[in-house]
T-cell receptor
Framework: AQKITQTQPGMFVQEKEAVTLDCTYD???????LFWYKQPSSGEMIFLIY??????QNATEGRYSLNFQKARKSANLVISASQLGDSAMYFC???????????????FGQGTRLTINP | DGGITQSPKYLFRKEGQNVTLSCEQN?????MYWYRQDPGQGLRLIYY???????QKGDIAEGYSVSREKKESFPLTVTSAQKNPTAFYLC??????????FGNGTRLTVT
């Protein structure tokens, strides 16, 4: 079964500093996807970035980048130049294929609460 | 604007009552999902549907039921058999390999 582990329950960072949120995963699938979502206090889940297991380059989206190390099964999120609005819960997730139904679902980690201090 | 609408935002019920959470999408996505989130926890999959008139149980389906009579609608019923129904419920949809697109959630409190 697929599993996502986020070992940092909370992180505190000064504004404008870079921050790395850790994510490790476990799967026996050869093909999978890794996602990061942001959840502000209002509750909605905002998609940030995606990395495919066969992608050779690390994904980047503006201030977000994904440090993908396949051999270590890690997919850390890096936020450069953090802002006060980055304070939120961050979830790492992995796509899991359900072969019988040809379906795909996301398995989520426990999340990391990031607080940006002014 | 296309999106997913969950209503209501807050819902209160007495123990022993069934309650139905609404989820409507106008993204024309085939697949729809229901997740449950408990305080300080990640999301756990309750039910999902890949196509109209078909749905499958997720990891924590006991005490829940769903229907998918229309492509745009995927309501979730929390039955009295669900032992700990108080939680934040998120509906999502996707098409192909696109990321999950979420609604704003419904916070259910059962007393």
């Amino acid at each position: 079964a697929q599993k996502i582990t986020q070992t940092q329950p909370g992180m505190f960072v000064q504004e404008k500093e870079a921050v790395t949120l850790d994510c490790t995963y476990d799967t026996s699938d050869q093909s999978y996807g890794l996602f990061w979502y942001k959840q502000p206090s209002s509750g909605e889940m905002i998609f940030l970035i995606y990395q495919g297991s066969y992608d050779e380059q690390n994904a980047t989206e503006g201030r977000y980048s994904l440090n993908f190390q396949k051999a270590r099964k890690s997919a850390n999120l890096v936020i450069s130049a953090s802002q006060l609005g980055d304070s939120a819960m961050y979830f790492c997730a992995m796509s899991a294929y359900i072969l019988i139904q040809g379906a795909q679902k996301l398995v989520f980690g426990q999340g990391t609460r990031l607080t940006i201090n002014p | 604007d296309g999106g997913i609408t969950q209503s209501p935002k807050y819902l209160f019920r007495k123990e022993g009552q069934n309650v139905t959470l609404s989820c409507e999408q106008n993204l024309n996505h085939d697949a729809m999902y229901w997740y449950r989130q408990d305080p300080g926890q990640g999301l756990r999959l309750i039910y999902y549907s890949q196509i109209v008139n078909d749905f499958q149980k997720g990891d924590i389906a006991e005490g829940y039921s769903v229907s998918r009579e229309k492509k745009e609608s995927f309501p979730l019923t929390v039955t009295s058999a669900q032992k700990n129904p108080t939680a934040f419920y998120l509906c999502a949809s996707k098409q192909g390999n696109s990321p999950l697109h979420f609604g704003n959630g419904t916070r259910l409190t059962v007393t």
